[in-house]
């Protein structure tokens, strides 16, 4: 019973580098989407995907791309890594786009950006 | 602009004392209020959805309930085991380009034995 996903679970990279983050779904959801948790702040939708082969931007894409390589996976893209992006990251899935689903959530990925 | 406000942000109960977690909601095409619970290193686990006001789910100790503007997370007996962040979270429409959920800051709840 995995569910969500994600890896790494802990990376430090250094300003300038890129890097990919992975999430994997098991649950056969359509909709897939990526936050980051700051301290002092709520979760903050970065991107999503209503479903395969479409991805959106949420309140904070500037420095990230994603991908939706297919229905159960979406990874993150840090092509050029800012100490800004030091941050929590969650991937997440859920059956449909839109409030009315349930949004279940991975375990997260620590990313420091030195 | 939409907003969700948790308070307090921080609360601390002895075992067996009995309380209340505020969220004040201020979004659009509300599509669900969302409770999560989260332990420390951990992501956010699922605990309710709420769709219209006066409706209420229990889970447990938990119970959350629902009104047009707040809802609340009361807990009942609270045992050390539910010391953890509490989230809440307002689902919006899928045509809004801000995407699904917007969250509250949380509320850390520390229950001592």
């Known amino acids: 019973n995995a569910g969500v996903t994600q890896t790494p679970k802990f990376q430090v990279l250094k300003t300038g580098q890129s890097m990919t983050l992975q999430c994997a779904q098991d649950m056969n959801h359509n909709s897939m989407y990526w936050y980051r948790q700051d301290p002092g702040m709520g979760l903050r939708l970065i991107y999503y995907?209503?479903?395969?082969?479409?991805?959106d931007k949420g309140e904070v894409p500037n420095g990230y791309n994603v991908s939706r390589l297919n229905k159960r996976e979406f990874s993150l893209r840090l092509e050029s890594a800012a100490p800004s992006q030091t941050s929590v990251y969650f991937c997440?899935?859920?059956?449909?786009?839109?409030?009315?689903?349930?949004?279940?959530f991975g375990e997260g990925s620590w990313l420091t950006v030195v | 602009e939409d907003q969700v406000t948790q308070s307090p942000e921080a609360l601390r109960l002895q075992e067996g004392e009995s309380s209340s977690l505020n969220c004040s909601y201020t979004v659009s095409g509300l599509r669900g209020l969302f409770w999560y619970r989260q332990d420390p290193g951990k992501g956010p686990e699922f605990l309710f959805t709420l769709y219209s006001a006066g409706e209420e789910k229990e889970k447990e100790r938990l119970k959350a309930t629902l009104t047009k503007k707040e809802s609340f997370l009361h807990i009942t007996a609270p045992k050390p085991e539910d010391s953890a962040t509490y989230l809440c979270?307002?689902?919006?429409?899928?045509?809004?380009?801000?995407?699904?959920?917007?969250f509250g800051k949380g509320t850390k709840l520390s229950v001592k034995p």
């Open positions: 997440a899935s859920s059956e449909t786009v839109g409030g009315g689903n349930t949004i279940y």
């Open positions: 979270a307002g689902g919006r429409d899928y045509g809004g380009s801000q995407g699904n959920l917007i």
């Open positions: 995907s209503a479903s395969e082969g479409t991805t």
